[in-house]
T-cell receptor, first 115, second 111 residues
């Protein structure tokens, strides 16, 4: 079964700092990869996803992620964070070639942006 | 795309009782899923509920505790039975329509 590791559990940044959140997965086959965000008191929102093609994926709100197959990684980046980016970020994967569409989630990274 | 609604949005229940959560989708979908997010935790898949077949439960979740109905392609229910405080969580319905869409969740507190 696939698993997802998010190494940073809690990240504190100042506004305008650059962000990179790590995500690694364990599955050798074809995967779909996702980043979701959960703002305080709100429900999950999709930031971006990778299915195939260009491994550099751009999402909403200035976020991007790069799929590096050789490293089984899908790290999330943003060049300059804002206070409004304070939220919980979840990486998720599904094993596309098994026919499984349910997602396996990482443990999440809590991002706190200080003004 | 898919727009998902859930009822109730939140509830406070007494231990030993049961709660049924409803999930409605604005389009016909084959694949529907139920997840749980315990306080301060990530999301864990409870079961996959495809119309026309029995729900498939993940390890650690059983039908007697979390019975699921899927009467048609736009609707599903999840029942949390004989609740205990450990069942206090957010329960989310999701569907696959070219990507995964999530409902707003049902926030459950068991006293």
């Amino acid at each position: 079964a696939q698993s997802v590791s998010q190494h940073n559990h809690h990240v504190i940044l100042s506004e305008a700092a650059s962000l990179e959140l790590g995500c690694n997965y364990s599955y050798g086959g074809t995967v779909n990869l996702f980043w979701y965000v959960q703002y305080p008191g709100q429900h999950l929102q999709l930031l971006l996803k990778y299915f195939s093609g260009d491994p550099l994926v751009k999402g909403i709100k200035g976020f991007e992620a790069e799929f590096i197959k050789s490293k089984f990684s899908f790290n999330l980046r943003k060049p300059s964070v804002q206070w409004s980016d304070t939220a919980e970020y979840f990486c998720a994967v599904n094993a596309w070639d098994t026919g499984r569409r349910a997602l396996t989630f990482g443990s999440g990274t809590r991002l706190q942006v200080q003004p | 795309s898919a727009v998902i609604s859930q009822k109730p949005s939140r509830d406070i229940c007494q231990r030993g009782t049961s709660l049924t959560i409803q999930c409605q989708v604005d389009s016909q979908v084959t694949m529907m899923f139920w997840y749980r997010q315990q306080p301060g935790q990530s999301l864990t898949l409870i079961a996959t509920a495809n119309q026309g077949s029995e729900a498939t439960y993940e390890s650690g979740f059983v039908i007697d505790k979390f019975p699921i109905s899927r009467p048609n392609l736009t609707f599903s229910t999840l029942t949390v039975s004989n609740m205990s405080p450990e069942d206090s969580s957010i329960y989310l319905c999701s569907v696959w329509v070219e990507t995964q869409y999530f409902g707003p969740g049902t926030r459950l507190l068991v006293l």
